[in-house]
């Protein structure tokens, strides 16, 4: 199993360009999430997934729309890049509610 | 929202010597975890701990829930334990939340 991967794993944008950060897994998890590392901030949840078809939004939603149409892929995308979301972005799998397993992690600046 | 208060923030330690982390969680949970953030930046999972008390090798945690709290141990700590750990949480709404990590630094 190659647990959950993270695609670019660096990535430097210009402000208000778009990208999506690809996310997948293949532990046929249902539960999958994105998350954001700020120094001193500890993981902070952007957005998550219960199942294919299933999204909702976590602490800090504002700049950043994801979809699930399977069960392996939840990517991210950034509409509008902004300086503010200059971070390191991780994403994560788990069966329901319990051990959740974080990929490699997309170190992004935007300039 | 679960708060989630870790203590100490920081801590060096000499090689060999042994440490207690702690993780306070503002309500009842249904998942608690332990990461190592490695300098790398890569995080490790190093125990799923809702209530409880594990051991892996030099590392052990245990979790009182009712009270709680978490607190993971290392013992004759290592220079490649060095690095971030995080304590994370999921309560009733399904949704992890972290601590904002402790650093350990640990000295030849």
């Known amino acids: 199993n190659a647990g959950v991967t993270q695609t670019p794993k660096f990535q430097v944008l210009k402000t208000g360009q778009s990208m999506t950060l690809q996310c997948a897994q293949d532990m046929n998890h249902e539960y999958m999430s994105w998350y954001r590392q700020d120094p001193g901030m500890g993981l902070r949840l952007i957005h998550y997934s219960v199942g294919a078809g299933i999204t909702d939004q976590g602490e800090v939603p504002n700049g950043y729309n994801v979809s699930r149409s399977t069960t392996e892929d939840f990517p991210l995308r950034l509409l509008s890049a902004a300086p503010s979301q200059t971070s390191v972005y991780f994403c994560a799998s788990s069966y329901s509610s319990e051990e959740q397993y974080f990929g490699p992690g997309t170190r992004l600046t935007v300039t | 929202g679960i708060q989630v208060e870790q203590s100490p923030p920081d801590l060096i330690l000499q090689e060999g010597a042994n440490s207690t982390l702690r993780c306070n969680f503002s309500?009842?949970?249904?998942?608690l975890q332990w990461f190592h953030q490695n300098p790398w930046g890569q995080l490790i999972n190093l125990f799923y701990i809702p209530s409880g008390t594990k051991q892996n090798g030099r590392l052990s945690a245990t979790t009182v829930a009712t009270e709680r709290y978490s607190l993971l141990y290392i013992s004759s700590s290592q220079t490649t334990d060095s690095g971030v750990y995080f304590c994370?949480?999921?309560?009733?709404?399904?949704?992890?939340?972290f601590g904002k990590g402790i650093t350990l630094s640990v000295r030849p």
């Open positions: 994370a949480v999921i309560g009733w709404d399904s949704k992890l939340t």
């Open positions: 309500d009842s949970v249904n998942n």
